[in-house]
């Protein structure tokens, strides 16, 4: 079964870090495009940052007001897409998904085949 297990989400404090982790299970990601979705309470899952099997990374910035702040990158002998976050913000409060397609990337959700199961992250003094 393919699937993708998504870590290092909690409850971090204004103006903190975390870095997410998202490891394929079942399949090798080297020829997917991994992509970092969130979703706040109440909104639609919104697609923050994107990075293709070449390795090439594109950002969804204008969408989710992120740039500067959040840097996806991924480790292929790792098998692991990951999504360093850095002076989080209280906006930044959602559930964090990470989903894969083949290859390339697309700034619609619809289009990612396997999903992870989301990691809560919570930003609050």
């Known amino acids: 079964q393919l699937q993708l297990v998504e870590s290092g989400g909690g409850l971090v404090q204004p103006g903190g870090s975390l870095r997410l982790s998202c490891v394929g299970s079942?399949?090798?990601?080297?020829?997917?495009?991994i992509a970092w979705f969130r979703q706040a309470p109440g909104k639609g899952r919104e697609e923050i940052s994107c990075?293709?099997?070449?390795?090439?990374?594109?950002?969804?910035v204008d969408s989710v007001n992120v740039k500067g702040r959040f840097l996806i990158s991924r480790d292929y002998g790792q098998n692991t897409a990951y999504l360093q976050m850095t002076m989080l913000q209280p906006g930044d409060t959602a559930v964090y998904y990470c989903?894969?397609?083949?290859?390339?990337?697309?700034?619609?959700?619809?289009?990612?085949?396997?999903w992870g199961q989301g990691t809560q992250v919570n930003v609050s003094s």
């Open positions: 079942g399949f090798t990601l080297d020829n997917y495009a």
């Open positions: 989903a894969a397609r083949p290859q390339y990337c697309t700034p619609a959700y619809p289009n990612y085949d396997i």
């Open positions: 990075i293709r099997a070449d390795n090439r990374s594109i950002d969804y």
